[in-house]
């Protein structure tokens, strides 16, 4: 997984607003609370898209765009990184939103809103023609919507082996369709996950020199796939076929103010780097300092640039 490519990084994930209210404490049922802040910031595969795109990548976002005040900010937002915007823009509905309920000392609750970016149907992709060097990025999410699903699915299965197709299941990894998921398993290059992620698929929490090699059995991953399992500050490990041992690339020790976004942030450098055709451990070690970087920061779209990560003794 490494050569001359000079590609780019094709982002068929779906983007959304969050919007973030912070309260004291979760409502019970039939009550009501009063929110001391709130704010709207464009998420879901923005992060992922703007991860790679201040690495100097060519960054093409392939989703469905709404028309409405969210489809807006997602415009400007994708405009203000220089990624090119190759899909199309609902004139009837709006993107979706994400509601995320912060009260002190609670892990967030969330709510998510589809809207256009769930209605990509294979006419959208039509004009999306993925190069021998380009790298495909696909969510889990957009694996769950009806009409998206299919389409990725049956889009990504035309389009041959040459491009690479990386997959990030996220924390819904149970509910994604598993005829969905076996559909790309005849494509997929790289299958990233977090460790949490990984122990929900492999079930029973196995020794952990076995989950890797649980996971791939139970999503049925060829040899050639990569799959990544990526563990904060340290770290990820790799593997590619069944009976090899998982590879460790370290991580970075930092002050991790807000992890919000690391995982978009590690995919979407990871990406950028094969993209370029970097060697897989090359693109890990940058990914793992990207992330590093990331969470020493409040927000979700805190990818460095790649100058940033260069100073940490990386090209």
Same mark, same amino acid.
């Given at each position: ?7 780019? #990084? ?6 959304? =607003? ?7 404490? $979760? ?8 929110? /001391?802040? /709130? ?39 994708? @405009?203000?990184?220089? #990624? ?10 709006? /993107?979706?939103?994400?509601? @995320? ?9 969330? *709510? ?12 959208? $992709? ?27 699915? +049956?889009?990504? +299965?035309?389009?041959? @082996? ?24 005849? &494509? ?33 991953? %060829?040899?050639?796939? &990569? ?13 590619? +076929? +069944?009976?090899?041992?998982? =590879? ?5 020790? *930092? ?38 970087? /990331? ?5 979700? @779209?805190?990818?460095? %640039? ?10």
């Amino acid at each position: 997984m490494s050569g001359a490519r000079a590609g780019r #990084v094709v982002s068929l994930e779906s983007i959304i =607003v969050d919007l973030g209210i912070d309260v004291p404490n $979760l409502p019970p049922a039939g009550g009501d609370v009063i929110a /001391s802040g /709130s704010r709207a910031r464009v998420g879901g595969g923005f992060n992922l898209v703007a991860a790679a795109a201040r690495q100097g990548t060519p960054t093409v976002h392939a989703g469905r765009i709404g028309s409405g005040p969210h489809g807006r900010l997602i415009a400007d937002a994708l @405009a203000g990184e220089g #990624v090119t915007v190759a899909g199309p823009v609902d004139t009837c509905e709006d /993107s979706g939103f994400c509601i @995320a309920f912060r009260a002190p000392g609670v892990e967030p609750t969330y *709510v998510t809103v589809p809207g256009a970016e769930s209605m990509l149907r294979p006419a959208d $992709l039509a004009g999306i023609r993925p190069g021998a060097g380009d790298v495909l990025c696909v969510s889990g999410y957009d694996l769950m919507y009806e009409i998206s699903g299919s389409t990725i699915t +049956g889009w990504l +299965g035309e389009c041959g @082996a040459a491009p690479l197709v990386v997959l990030d299941p996220g924390p819904l990894v149970l509910d994604i369709p598993v005829a969905a998921l076996r559909a790309l398993t005849g &494509v997929l290059d790289v299958l990233t996950l977090s460790a949490r992620e990984a122990v929900l698929v492999a079930g029973a929490g196995p020794p952990d020199e076995q989950l890797h090699r649980t996971v791939r059995r139970r999503l049925g991953l %060829r040899d050639g796939t &990569v799959l990544v399992v990526r563990a904060g500050a340290a770290g990820c490990t790799s593997t590619r +076929g +069944g009976s090899e041992e998982p =590879v460790t690339t370290p991580g970075r020790a *930092v002050e991790a103010v807000d992890v919000t976004g690391a995982g978009d942030t590690h995919t979407g450098v990871l990406a950028a780097r094969l993209a370029e055709g970097a060697a897989l451990d090359d693109a890990l070690a940058a990914a793992n300092a990207a992330a590093a970087l /990331s969470v020493t920061r409040r927000g979700p @779209a805190t990818a460095p %640039r790649r100058d940033e990560t260069e100073q940490w003794g990386l090209t």
